[in-house]
Structure formats: structure tokens, C-alpha cells
């Protein structure tokens, strides 16, 4: 379903390069006649016969997936890309023209782009779905699936016969352009080529691809880790110090270090000495004061730095909320 919505979103914007774009009809048959029975009958394929030990992808996400979905896209949108400059050097071929030229609003549906496109689009609608059809080892051939052979041929034999020998009652409800002979059979011919490259990607390229793809992830993945999160934890490093580093002085207007809280006085007894000796400013300071203003026991520091005070540890933790969020989350700080 989603290489459906890219291949017609791929015709409607060359489309819009003139201002043109699918007829109603050309839109209800591409959905209601192709992509219908085509989703219906693609997963009634049975089951194989035989249970293997390895499971199938279920990982839409996966790298197998991507690389066969981008290689689909860029097989089915190259060759919508070729056929719509093919187109211009045809036989018989006119620049598309409105018959109102000032009319700019209604869709220009009857041009020889527009039935290029949407002939080769109906039959890569058929082959993409032919060629996702899973087969062994995990179902069936797609011959047993009678009925979506049956849809796949009928679709195909309709879209022949509308590219090689269309009535005009065909052209009229399909909104289509007399095309040259030459063409027609040019269309067949890279609608060929086309399920050719979408199956052979499929079956060989794509499933080498990925597991290719997947080692130069990892070689990527190892020189982002050893250059740029190299650097970037550097810079965190720098901005760190940078934040508990130098401060401004707002008397002075000057750069310098954060001088040390001092802490309040501690005042012990000595031997001999009375409570009275200390002075009466010393009487109004009492043990758990003293305790609080100053957690480390001993004065100074074996450096000479006063000890913090718990005002000081606390602005510190503040100041920096977004570490111990990160810390919490699991993330590393530097990421």
C-alpha cells in the first residue's frame, strides 16, 4: 500500500509540473479496480507445507523492509521519470494546451503526458503487487493462489489492451490521448524492463543490500561516537567549568573566583579556661547553631579552604536542576 500511494504521487507531480493531473475515472479505476482485488486476493496465498525454524521479519521498521521499500521507489519513479520525457519526443506529440487560456483553475486532464503516466502506472500497480507476493518458504507459490492469478491476468490483459489497440470508447471514458504506434509498444517494452529490475531487486540486490547497508550504519554510527560525541562531551566539559568557574564582581565589574562563604565561629573551651572568660558575645551562640552553620567538624580544610557551608551546597545543587533530571532519566550529561 505504500509503494500504491508513492507511484501515483509520483505521476500527480509530473503532472503538476503543467498543470495537469489524473481524470475522476482514471483515479476510480486505478482504486477501485486495481488496488481492491489486487489487496483482496495478494494474502490468500496458503500456507507452505513445511514449518522453517527462522521467522519472518515483523519489524516494519527493519532494515530489509526500508531497503526493499527505497529500491522500489526509485526502480518504479525512474521509470515514470523515462517514459515522461519519452513522451515529449514521440510522434505526433503537442505540448499540452487548455482550450480557455486564461483558465488556471480546472486540471489539464487530456495530454499526451497524462496517458503516458497513467498506462505505465497501472501496470506497475500489477507488478509491484506480483512481485511482494511472498512465496516459499514461508507460503505457497503465488500459482496456487488461483484468484489472484486470475486478477493479475485480467488487470494485465486490460492494460494491453488499452496501451496497444484502445476503441474509442475506451479513450473517451479514460480521458486518453491517440498516442503513436511506436510508443505504445515502447510502453510495453519498460513496463517489461520494469518488472525485470523489481524482481531481480527483490530477490537478489536488496536482500544482499541490507545487511551491506546495515555495516556501514554501524561504521557511521562508530566515527559519529568517536568525533562529534567526542567533541560534544569536550564542549560539555568546557561549559561546566565555565559555570563553576569565574564570577563578576558587581562592585568592581571585575572577573574572579567565587570567594569561600566563611563560616561562623566555632568556639571551644579550652583546658582552664571558664564560660565566663569567652565574653558575653559567645554566650549567645549555642552548640547546634554552631553545628548547622558549619558540617564539617575540625575548622579548615587540609588545603586552607573553609569548609562549605550548607547554604553554599545547597545554592549548588539548585543551580544546576537539569543534571539531576538527567540523572534520573538515565541520560549521560553530555548527550
Given at each position: 500500500m505504500a509503494l500504491y500511494s508513492i507511484i501515483q504521487f509520483t505521476s500527480v507531480?509530473?503532472?503538476y509540473e503543467f498543470g495537469g493531473g489524473l481524470g475522476d475515472f482514471q483515479f476510480l479505476y486505478i482504486d477501485l479496480f486495481i488496488i481492491v482485488p489486487l489487496a483482496i486476493f495478494m494474502g490468500r496465498t496458503p500456507a507452505f507445507h513445511r514449518i522453517m525454524p527462522k521467522r519472518p521479519t515483523a519489524n516494519l521498521m527493519s532494515k530489509k523492509v526500508l531497503t526493499s521499500l527505497f529500491g522500489q521507489i526509485i526502480i518504479n519513479s525512474s521509470i515514470q521519470a523515462i517514459v515522461f520525457r519519452l513522451v515529449k519526443q514521440s510522434d505526433h506529440y503537442s505540448p499540452p494546451a487548455r482550450?480557455?487560456?486564461?483558465d488556471r483553475d480546472t486540471l489539464l486532464i487530456r495530454s499526451f503526458e497524462n496517458t503516458a503516466l497513467f498506462l505505465a502506472s497501472s501496470f506497475q500497480y500489477i507488478l509491484v503487487a506480483c512481485v511482494f507476493s511472498i512465496g516459499p518458504p514461508y507460503r505457497q507459490s503465488n500459482l496456487r493462489n488461483y484468484g489472484f492469478m486470475i486478477t493479475c491476468s485480467l488487470?494485465?490483459?486490460?492494460?494491453?489492451?488499452l496501451t496497444l489497440n484502445p476503441n474509442s470508447w475506451a479513450n473517451r471514458v479514460f480521458e486518453l490521448i491517440d498516442i503513436s504506434t511506436g510508443f505504445r509498444r515502447t510502453l510495453v517494452v519498460w513496463a517489461a524492463v520494469n518488472f525485470g529490475l523489481s524482481s531481480v531487486g527483490e530477490r537478489w540486490v536488496f536482500p544482499w543490500l541490507a545487511p551491506t547497508a546495515a555495516k556501514f550504519g554501524r561504521v557511521a554510527r562508530y566515527l559519529v561516537r568517536r568525533h562529534v560525541l567526542r567533541n560534544t562531551r569536550h564542549y560539555y566539559s568546557k561549559v561546566s567549568r565555565m559555570e563553576d568557574g569565574p564570577t563578576r564582581d558587581p562592585a568592581t565589574g571585575t572577573y574572579g573566583r567565587a570567594p569561600a562563604?566563611?563560616?561562623?565561629p566555632r568556639f571551644e573551651l579550652r583546658a582552664g579556661e571558664s564560660g565566663s572568660a569567652i565574653g558575653s558575645s559567645s554566650a549567645t551562640i549555642n552548640g547546634a547553631e554552631a553545628d548547622m552553620a558549619c558540617p564539617v567538624d575540625g575548622g579548615d580544610l587540609e588545603d586552607g579552604r573553609s569548609p562549605p557551608s550548607w547554604e553554599d551546597i545547597a545554592r549548588k545543587t539548585d543551580s544546576k536542576p537539569y543534571k539531576r533530571i538527567l540523572r534520573e532519566m538515565g541520560?549521560?550529561?553530555?548527550y
Open positions: 507531480s509530473m503532472l482550450e480557455d487560456p486564461n488487470l494485465v490483459l486490460f492494460t494491453l489492451f562563604t566563611p563560616s561562623k541520560i549521560p550529561a553530555w
